[in-house]
């Protein structure tokens, strides 16, 4: 099993930076991708930003030169820097993990989610 678990989010005013932190514990071997979700009021969830073993990285246009994904395979550290925020990245954002085989994904894990909210 995996254990995700994300800390770092908070409120912060319009124009400012976070750093979001995932920490990773368990049988991780198997992962293939990890990423970082959010799920606004109302809205769907939605990929924000992922990176594979490779170090791929991908992310969702809205967010493309603000928002930086990196991990510490040492360490089993998935991170979101965020710069420029705008209040429309108000949201519970997520720490994903995935086992992929063949292009399929078989299992997902999830932490519990940390709230991020831009406000003045």
């Known amino acids: 099993q995996v254990q995700l678990v994300e800390s770092g989010g908070g409120l912060v005013q319009p124009g400012g930076s976070l750093r979001l932190s995932c920490a990773a514990s368990g049988i991780i071997f198997s992962i293939n991708a990890v990423a970082w979700y959010r799920q606004a009021p109302g809205k769907q969830r939605e990929l924000v930003a992922a990176?594979?073993?490779?170090?791929?990285?991908d992310y969702t246009d809205s967010v493309k030169g603000r928002f930086t994904i990196s991990t510490d395979n040492v360490k089993n550290m998935l991170y979101l820097q965020m710069n420029s925020l705008k209040p429309e990245d108000t949201a519970v954002y997520y720490c994903n993990a995935d086992i992929v085989r063949s292009g399929v994904v078989l299992r997902s894990y999830w932490g519990q989610g940390t709230q991020v909210t831009v406000s003045s």
């Open positions: 990176v594979n073993r490779e170090g791929r990285t």
